[in-house]
């Protein structure tokens, strides 16, 4: 059975999840029956942080569309998969990056991603009678990417369009334009982040541009306060 400096040396890898099943094992082991090793939780919650802390690369849109049309397909959610760097990571750049957190302040470190990086996320609902479309908006402030999905969408005419308005005050300001899926679903990575507007609005447009300000009625509006 392994003493505590042994688990201690592998706590860095438990939390990244880059150890053997056996090492596992004898680590869940050990401890079952010891309660020295309090910090673990702590690695594990600064391992789950790091991915929001790397610094974006923007994609291509046509790669972003597609991404995102997959993600919100069903406007379902689904469980994740294994994230990618719990495979590849290796043992070593686990343990350094874990000190590094802890050496800097881990809970003051994790308070302050926690807050810069924490997705929001606003309702919309119907506006016009009749209407049953409904959506959200969800905002990711550390990529500063917003992505509005809908369901419940009427289909469009060849030469029309709907298109989103991000409003401040009364003033729109168009947001970007899109067609629905044939089930009458769709998303849309928005042209501009929300931060700073009141309200977020889909109306139906002149295609393929759109509109510079709203011709029609809005289908659903959500408030965006923040």
Known sequence: MMDCAAVDELLPAIA????????AREVEAHLASCQGHQHLADLQR??????MSVPPVPPRDELKHHVMARVYGDLEPRPLRRLWWQRTWSLAAAAVLAALA???G?????????????????QLAPALAGTRTTGALVYLPRQ????????????????RVYEVWLIKAGKPEPAGVFKPSA????SSILDRPPSGFDTVAVTEEPGPQGSS???SQPLVTGSIGQ
Not at 16 to 23: C, D, L
Not at 46 to 51: D, G, I, K, W
């Open 102 to 104: 802890l050496g800097l």
């Open 16 to 23: 990244f999840g880059n150890v053997s099943p056996r090492e």
């Open 183 to 186: 089930d009458g679903s769709a």
């Open 46 to 51: 600064v391992a789950s942080m790091l991915p």
């Open 213 to 215: 300000t709203p011709t």
């Open 144 to 159: 500063n990417l917003a992505t509005l999905t809908l369901e419940g969408l009427q289909p469009l005419a060849p030469d």
């Open 106 to 122: 881990v809970r003051d470190w994790m308070v302050s991603s926690q807050l810069a990086a924490a997705p929001m996320s606003w």
